[in-house]
């Protein structure tokens, strides 16, 4: 294909040509098998509630095991009767004197909106004040730290 070389008709014709390329191609958008990548990331605000869900069980027990032991708080994950390792997700929990953390991310954060999430015991005593919701400390994939607010699931 030729392209004329009058400023007017040159543009349009330019388009044209792209537009063809385009076309043979393939056009449009193609799938993820296609272009090889993998495949979008899911909505992060979902990640996080999926996480949170996992994260509240979590502090719920380790409260109980700390109600029931004199007020020491778990330090493993054993001691609530639990593996660290989940076909999706790997967990674990830290814990000083009086309070503990427990995470939970993703085995395999390819592809996905964030990596991991965190809640201290303070979850419990927020979702019962607002109405469920509790916010979790997050690392997104590009490794930036992120708060979220989710909701308690129910049982």
């Known amino acids: 294909m030729t392209l004329p070389r009058h400023p007017r008709t040159f543009l349009p014709a330019l388009a044209l040509a792209a537009l063809l390329a385009a076309c043979h191609r393939g056009g449009g958008k193609a799938s993820p098998a296609q272009s090889g990548g993998a495949p979008p990331a899911p909505d992060a605000q979902a990640e996080a509630t999926r996480l949170g869900g996992e994260i509240f069980e979590l502090v719920d027990r380790a409260a109980d095991y700390r109600a029931s032991h004199r007020g020491r708080p778990p330090v493993s994950l054993r001691q609530l009767g639990v593996d660290s390792l989940t076909p999706e997700t790997l967990r674990a929990i830290a814990a000083d004197s009086a309070h503990f953390t427990v995470s939970v991310g993703y085995r ?48």
């Open 108 to 155: 395999r954060p390819a592809g996905r909106a964030l990596q991991q999430c965190s809640g201290t015991d303070v979850v419990l005593e927020e979702a019962s004040l607002n109405g469920g919701r509790f916010h979790l400390s997050c690392v997104t994939s590009a490794g930036s730290t992120g708060t979220f607010e989710v909701a308690r699931a129910e049982r």
